[in-house]
């Protein structure tokens, strides 16, 4: 009786809310995660890598890419100093993102054809922004 009523609930703690679906990483001391619930979430030290625009093409795109149809929330934690290019390529569905005062480089085109962002709160050590 005890190991059904186990079986019956491990469904329900599997997919409990925030759970990982994915993740990697994405600088050489970063990594990302990607919640059930949306929610893409950056952490670790340094720099992102640079990303491509052309999934077609031989040079990389973001490794979340192939999930940014169930990214609606970006959260930059404190350490990350440089976005990467194109690194929310047609993230359409993001409405907000968060970004932390270690941040202090936005590089080309990080946002490019992210249609669903309205507003940007940019941190006061940002020096620089690309294009």
């Keep these: 009786m005890i190991l059904a009523l186990l079986i019956a609930i491990l469904p329900t703690f599997s997919r409990a809310e ?3 679906i994915d993740s990697g990483t994405c600088g050489d001391n ?14 670790g030290t ?20 192939n999930n940014r149809s169930d990214i609606t929330s970006v959260i930059v934690n404190e350490g990350v100093t440089t976005l990467g290019s194109y ?18 480089e936005i590089k080309s085109s990080a946002f490019d054809s992210c249609s669903g962002l309205t507003s940007i709160s ?4 940002l020096t620089n922004i690309g294009t």
């Excluded at 992102?48 to 031989?58: C, F, H, K």
């Excluded at 690194?87 to 202090?104: G, K, Q, R």
Aim: glycine share 6%.
């Design 122 to 125: 940019l941190p006061e050590n």
């Design 87 to 104: 690194a929310f390529y047609h993230c359409n569905l993001v409405t907000n993102i968060s970004l932390p005062d270690s941040l202090t």
């Design 18 to 20: 925030g759970a990982i």
């Design 30 to 43: 970063l990594e990302w995660t990607l919640d059930e619930g949306g929610v893409l979430t950056i952490s």
């Design 46 to 65: 340094g720099k992102m890598y640079d990303y491509y625009a052309d999934p077609s093409s031989s040079e990389a795109v973001s490794p979340w890419y």
